[in-house]
Structure formats: structure tokens, C-alpha cells
């Protein structure tokens, strides 16, 4: 099969592709009814950003999905936007577009493959089962044509997986290597055998927080699918607004997405919520994979101690081993996390330059920032709060 056989198409709404043909090649393992393994590349989670106008004009985000079909039959899929900013990408390109700007061009818009303001792992390229290959080169193919074609600074494509960025370095991409603090399930039976695994200091100090946080005065639950009522969001809202307005200045989400959230993504949520005296106090929202859970937002109208340790990092330990996941991914940034038990983890991304001497600056420094990114990750996995034979059966 050759790639002349296939069309490739920009789309300005999933809702011209269908969700159908959209799932057929984001989440195949999910056509049973089951859990996608990635639930931010569903339809039903896209569409609600572009419902709700948490993307679309003013956003800065402008969808613009790449399509890939043989005789009329989708094949391939990639969430693309044009950029007209950096934000709520958490690969941080800043520095790239000032020094484009500086040196006279214009940096914006560029085009990003990426799930606007979620900074999880995942499949950008989406294939059918049996168009892995020929799918993922007609995406990144039509990917660079239409950079060039419109003149535009760069295409980027954020938290792909390492599978991925190894193809479309073969396409003449270049990888970037990022690092996040993810934790692991060895198969614990509860929380207490995930603490028996840690140093004596750092298990100490995990109890006392987790005793701290509870003490606060209140209760603390987990609501997931039919338990999620809207007065849950209209809680979280405030959380989230108050989180984003010191983060962000403004926030990425609008009221609306959580409304949508309620009718369409609940099965897909795990909230969990603080309540005292009567009023919700604080949550933090995390999406559920098959094999993951993905901590996303955290707010609160109320401080207490530990409180956002227990909400945000131990509440998900606690329901990634009761449902059997593997894995907590919890967010962008956070060293503080490695004392809880999140070690670091290498996160992928892939970015083509059109101007040729501006590329190989670019290639120059993500050589160095690569080999940086393998001794933090060496020396911040060295200091983790594990036991050393844990470490070594680990290894």
C-alpha cells in the first residue's frame, strides 16, 4: 500500500468525522464497551473541550484535526490545533519563540498534535488496528505538509508516546525528552503494603501526613459515574477557578466542559471531595484509563494541613490499587512528589522547525537537554523515598 493511496484532510470539528470513525481509531480497545486505555483522546472528551468553547475562537486553540482515509475509510486520526500562544501545553516552548521572534520571524501561529491543557501520555497519532505504520506516516506527513504549505514556524506534537517519538524520529522529527513523577503498583494489596516498601523515615512521615489531612475537621469521598451529582461541580468550579486564577491568570476550562463532564464523562472521573461543616471545601478531579489514573485538577476554599497531599496524591494511590491500575500519573511539575512515593518517569515529545538553521539550534540544545533529563531522572530515582532492595528488584 502506498502513501498516494491515501487522502489526508483538515477537519475543523470532531463533529465532521464522527464519533464512530473518531473511536474507531482512538480507543479500538474500548468497541466492547470497555475502558479506553486513553480517556483523553476519546470523542467524548474532545468534543466537551470544544463544546463547552474551552477550545474554538478566543482560545488560542483552534482546532484543525488531521484526517487520514482510504477510499472513503477513515484510517487515521490526530488531534491538531493552530497555536497562537504556549499555554496549556506544559512542554514548554517559550524560549524557542522568542528567539525566532527575535531573530525576525513570526513564531505564531504554529500547529500542535496534542489534548489541549493535559499534560498525560498517550497515542497523538490514532490508527485503526492493521494502519499502525502506514497510518501514523500519512499523519505525520500531512502534519509537516501543511506547515509548509502555510508558512507556518513549527509543528509540535506533546506527551506522545516514546514508541511514537522513535517514528517520527525516523521521519526527520526532533525528540524531546521531558520528565514527569509518576507512581507504580507492584501488585500492592493495599496502601499499607505500598508503605512497607518505602524507608523507614518516609513512611513515617507519609502516616503522619495522612493522619494530619484527616484531622481536618471534615469528611473525604471519592464519587465516580451515577455518585457524580452536579452539585459536586458547581464545588469543584470554585476550586478550579481559584487554582487557575493564580496558575494561569485565567482558567483553561469553562464552566460549561464540567456540565458537559456531568453528562458525558462521569464514568470516565474519579472526584474526589472534602467536606466540613457542611460545605465542600476542597477536591481534586482525576480521570480514569484502563491502566492508569490520571491526577488533573486540585483546588480548595479552605487550607488545612496535608490536606492536598491526601486528596491529590494518596487518595489516588488508595484507588489505583482497589481498582487494579497500574499506574498514577499525577500532573506536570512537582519534586515535592518523589517523598510520596512518585518517582521520576520520561515523557515524549516531537517538534519539526521549518527553517533548517533554526532546526539544528533547536537539535543541538534538545541533545543536551536529553542527556540532563537522564541524570536528574538517575540521581532523583537514587534519592527516592524507597527501601534499597525494593529499588534493585525494581531494576
Known amino acids: 500500500m502506498s502513501t498516494q493511496e491515501i487522502e489526508i484532510r483538515l477537519v475543523p470539528s470532531l463533529a465532521e468525522i464522527g464519533q464512530a470513525d473518531w473511536d474507531a481509531c482512538a ?102 488496528p492493521g494502519f499502525e505504520d502506514v497510518g501514523m506516516s500519512a499523519l ?11 508558512g507556518l514556524s513549527s509543528v509540535h506534537v506533546t506527551f506522545c508516546t516514546q514508541e511514537e517519538a522513535e517514528f517520527a524520529a525516523e521521519m526527520g522529527m526532533m525528540v524531546r525528552k521531558s520528565q514527569q513523577f509518576h507512581w507504580k503498583n ?112 486540585w483546588g480548595c476554599i479552605e487550607h488545612h494541613p496535608c490536606l492536598h497531599f491526601e486528596l491529590c496524591y494518596y487518595r489516588a494511590i488508595d484507588f489505583a490499587i482497589a481498582h487494579g491500575l497500574s499506574t498514577v500519573e499525577a500532573g506536570a511539575q512537582g519534586e515535592h512528589k518523589l517523598a510520596r512515593g512518585y518517582l521520576p518517569t520520561p515523557t515524549w515529545s516531537v517538534h519539526w522547525m521549518r527553517d533548517e538553521g533554526f532546526a539544528r539550534a533547536v537539535g543541538d540544545y534538545l541533545r543536551a537537554e536529553r542527556d540532563a533529563v537522564d541524570h536528574e531522572i538517575e540521581v532523583l530515582t537514587e534519592y527516592g523515598p524507597f527501601k534499597r532492595a525494593h529499588v534493585e528488584e525494581q531494576e
Not at 476550562?253 to 461543616?277: H, K, N, P, S, Y
Request: hydrophobic residues 40%.
Open 27 to 128: 480507543c479500538p480497545e474500548a468497541a466492547d464497551g470497555g475502558r479506553p486505555n486513553d480517556p483523553f483522546t476519546t470523542y467524548r472528551f474532545l468534543s466537551a473541550l470544544e463544546e463547552s468553547g474551552s477550545v474554538g475562537p478566543g482560545t488560542g486553540w483552534q482546532q484543525q484535526h488531521l484526517v487520514a482515509s482510504i477510499g472513503g475509510e477513515v484510517i487515521a486520526v490526530a488531534p491538531l490545533y493552530a497555536k497562537m500562544h504556549s499555554q496549556g501545553e506544559y512542554i514548554f516552548d517559550h524560549n524557542w519563540a522568542h528567539a525566532w521572534e527575535r531573530a525576525g520571524g513570526r513564531y505564531y501561529p504554529k500547529l500542535q498534535i496534542a489534548v489541549p491543557h493535559t499534560p498525560a501520555t498517550g497515542r497523538r497519532f490514532l490508527t485503526r
Open 140 to 150: 505525520i506527513q500531512g502534519a509537516l505538509k501543511v506547515t509548509e504549505n502555510n
Open 186 to 297: 507492584d501488585g500492592y494489596a493495599d496502601f499499607k503494603a505500598f508503605l512497607a516498601t518505602l524507608n523507614s523515615r518516609k513512611r513515617k512521615n507519609i502516616r503522619k501526613e495522612r493522619a494530619q489531612a484527616q484531622a481536618f475537621g471534615g469528611t473525604i469521598e471519592t464519587f465516580t459515574g451515577d455518585a457524580l451529582r452536579p452539585e459536586h461541580w458547581d464545588a469543584f468550579w470554585m476550586f478550579y477557578q481559584d487554582t487557575g486564577a493564580r496558575k494561569w491568570g485565567s482558567p483553561y476550562l469553562t464552566r460549561q466542559f464540567f456540565d458537559i463532564a456531568q453528562e458525558t464523562l462521569r464514568d470516565d472521573i474519579a472526584l474526589v471531595l472534602a467536606e466540613r461543616e457542611g460545605r465542600w471545601v476542597a477536591g481534586a478531579l482525576n480521570f480514569i484509563g484502563a491502566h492508569a489514573l490520571y491526577g488533573r485538577y
